[in-house]
């Protein structure tokens, strides 16, 4: 069996996701491997379908029992024998596991590295009587003091290349900075690793900061729109997770909090509620998250400000897991960052107490940008992004930009006048001429005071703002924080450099992004049928199938078990298991509202069918596109005509791209014009020769034949 038909037959994926099908090929070549994927990227299927593959055991070392508890009953579901050994097992359980794995019936076990390599078991000499073929290290850069989540337990497993010379270690994390990466790969002793790096961009989250007011309007507000919906709320303290909860629940939310100080029966409880959809909201403090892989999380809130950006990122990745549209939404507020930044010094230690409030001040632009984003969150972890994401709040928003430089030199000549000496208020006041007796007379002789009186005091303080974010002002000081020109202002001053501001405008359309049409009433139906069998199971709903395979199904209605197949996320195992109890509900459904299957748009969708397509007929060129072409001007779309031709939907996009080409068709017709910018701009930054990673960069909200679209345009244009 090849990788790809194994992926399609236990996991019912069509295709592999970022490196997956190049990591796996290096396992299955017995060679050492670490794994630099986001959360939700698809981490645990690099390791998972080897396993399938190999003839022998697969150890998974994890940190978290909850984990392993999800993981082991998600392949268990899928038909693949896997298990884990932990202390609350009973003596017979544990040998009923032990003959288990004697008679070769396990496919991959789990462990704690504290269970490996503890003194008070003998479980290495044992493992080595079996045939290990995989050995797979979860969150890898626990292992790592530089890391986020040093767990010391990990660093026995520095043993493991000795005791297991032969048998390949593939190392997964979802951390990325390169101390990190480095630590890890020295401290496991990897063999000559290959590392594979994937994009961290989340395509499928929006990133929106809104400034904090009164937090619970605010947060209400929010949730009132997404009820039924699973969140996770973020708050700095255990006793504010608490307080949060109760008013939620007074004001009808199914909400439960959750944070270190609770007793361990407590947390295992609210944990549980939320997997299994009885809790829809979980509030807690960074201790929740990292044993949940609940892949419907479909938005994370931060109502305090995160102490940097890598604890943000991570959080903000537990939502959409299931590659479908999720929200990653903060409340800012400066005083939250003035009580952070007295947390970041930490008496004794200069060297640490600077890193930690570098990382804070990177939170705190982050906060305050007027650019995308997304662009910096990805700047942030070294990697390239263009400008403009189309997916967060600041890049949904509208801008009219226009010459500042006027402005900018005010501000600067002030700064320069007052001997860079005073903060941002005074020299507000003084550039507005204020009368305040707190002004020094000999400042009110300056020719620069007053200069500013035209703009109202909050203009400045988002104009100085601004002149900081683009580091033409810098902010120094201890104690009091005073405004100090940089290298660069001479050339603003000096009338060299011109200043772009920005003035902010939201455009009332961004919420017109094409939805998918899919049923909404089956889409609930089905989400109880699954929480029955799930029920039946005693698992979590999202074990049996996530969210997005159900999406599909309320989308193209199929009808029997063949069709079913063909919708993601049915392996041969659960089509057998649950197929006919979930398709009983849209078969009921589309009786009642007269409706058909519509999976002959789903299988044009596939990709990656060029035998049928070229052995097909032998028609020229020019005659299929202009077939493809009349279709369109009859006003069909590309998925019409795509089930109507049975070509792809991606041929389909080239052929019309190529009218772009001729100029018989408006590029407009196929792409918007924001998106077509965007493209331009990713197009300009990474060239047109290879579409992959355009696509890749672009995320979801853009396809191929978008980018396609408009590279003929381009060309067209030349
Ligand atoms: P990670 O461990 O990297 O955070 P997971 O391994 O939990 O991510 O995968 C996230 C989700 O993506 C899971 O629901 C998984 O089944 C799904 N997934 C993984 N690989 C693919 C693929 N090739 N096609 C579709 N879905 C996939
Ligand atoms: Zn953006």
């Known amino acids: 069996m090849t990788p790809l038909q194994a992926l399609q037959k236990y996991f019912g994926y069509n295709t592999f996701r970022h490196q997956q099908e190049a990591i796996i090929q290096h396992i299955l070549n017995k060679q050492d491997v670490m794994a630099l994927m986001p959360t939700g990227g698809g981490k645990s299927l690099c390791y998972q379908l080897p396993a399938v593959l190999l003839n022998g055991l697969t150890i998974v070392i994890s940190p978290l029992i909850a984990l392993m508890k999800d993981q082991v009953d998600s392949l268990n579901v899928s038909g693949i024998p896997a298990a884990f050994l932990n202390s609350a097992q009973t003596p017979d359980e544990q040998r009923l596991l032990v003959e288990k794995l004697r008679n070769n019936q396990v496919k991959l076990l789990y462990l704690a590295p504290e269970r490996l390599f503890g003194n008070e078991n003998k479980l290495v000499p044992f493992l080595k009587t079996l045939n290990v073929v995989q050995i797979a290290i979860d969150e890898a850069h626990c292992i790592s003091q530089w890391g986020h989540d040093f767990r010391p337990e990990y660093l026995m497993l520095a043993q493991l290349k000795n005791e297991f010379p032969n048998v390949p270690v593939i190392a997964l994390t979802a951390t990325a900075d390169k101390l990190t990466q480095k630590d890890i790969l020295e401290k496991l002793n990897l063999h000559k690793p290959a590392v594979f790096v994937s994009s961290f961009n989340r395509a499928n989250i929006t990133y929106t900061v809104v400034p904090k007011k009164n937090s619970f309007k605010q947060l209400i507000a929010f949730l009132n729109e997404r009820r039924e919906e699973s969140g996770i709320i973020y708050c700095l303290s255990r006793k504010s997770t608490e307080d949060l909860a109760l008013d939620l629940k007074n004001a009808g939310f199914a909400a439960e909090a959750y944070h270190a100080g609770l007793n361990n029966e407590t947390k295992a409880k609210n944990q549980e509620a939320f997997l299994r959809d009885d809790v829809k909201i979980i509030v807690a403090t960074i201790a929740f998250g990292m044993g949940i892989n609940k892949s419907n999380v479909r938005y994370v809130v931060h109502i305090d400000l995160p102490k940097n950006i890598e604890g943000y990122y991570q959080e903000t990745g537990r939502a959409g897991r299931d590659g479908l549209a999720s929200e990653a939404l903060l409340l800012y507020s400066p005083g939250d960052a003035g009580k952070l930044q007295h947390f970041a010094r930490i008496e004794g230690n200069e060297e640490q107490s600077r890193i930690m409030l570098n990382k804070l001040n990177d939170m705190v632009r982050y906060c305050q940008l007027q650019t995308c984003r997304r ?284 009218f772009v080409q001729t100029g018989d068709l408006d590029v407009n017709e196929l792409v918007s014009e924001a998106k077509l910018h965007v493209i331009l701009e990713a197009l300009e930054s990474y060239g047109a020769e290879r579409l992959a990673p355009l696509k890749e960069v672009l995320g979801d909200a853009y396809t191929y034949g978008e980018i396609k679209a408009v590279i003929s345009w381009m060309n067209k244009n030349q």
């Open 375 to 658: 662009q910096y969150l990805m700047n942030y972890f070294d990697e390239a992004f263009p400008p403009n994401c189309g997916s967060c709040d600041v890049c949904l928003t509208e801008f009219k930009r226009f010459d500042g430089t006027l402005i900018a030199q005010k501000a600067l000549s002030a700064v320069s006048r007052l001997n860079e000496r005073f903060g941002v208020n005074y020299v507000i006041d003084f550039l507005r001429g204020s009368k305040n007796e707190k002004i020094r007379e000999e400042h009110k002789q300056l020719k620069t005071y007053g200069i500013g009186a035209d703009i109202s005091k909050a203009d400045w303080q988002r104009y100085i703002r601004e002149l900081i974010t683009m580091e033409y002002l810098q902010v120094t000081g201890d104690g009091y924080p005073v405004l100090k020109l940089t290298d660069q202002s001479a050339l603003v001053l000096k009338g060299i450099q011109k200043v772009e501001f920005i003035e902010t405008q939201v455009t009332e359309e961004h919420h017109t992004e094409a939805v998918p049409l899919h049923e909404a009433e089956l889409l609930s139906r089905l989400k109880n049928a699954r929480r029955d069998i799930a029920e039946g199971e005693n698992v979590p709903a999202y074990i049996i199938v996530s969210d997005a395979t159900l999406l599909e199904m309320a989308t193209y209605l199929p009808q029997s078990l063949d069709e079913l197949r063909l919708i993601s996320g049915f392996g041969d195992v659960k089509l057998a298991r649950y197929g006919r109890e979930l398709l009983q509900p849209v078969k009921d459904y589309c009786k009642e509202k007269s409706l058909e299957s519509k999976i002959a748009y789903k299988s044009a969708k596939r990709e990656r069918k060029p035998k049928t397509e070229r052995t097909r007929s032998p028609r020229s060129g020019t005659d299929t596109r202009s077939e493809t072409f009349n279709l369109y001007r009859q006003g069909k779309n590309v998925m019409e005509i795509a089930a109507e031709r049975g070509l792809s939907q991606v041929t389909i996009e080239g052929h019309l791209s190529h």
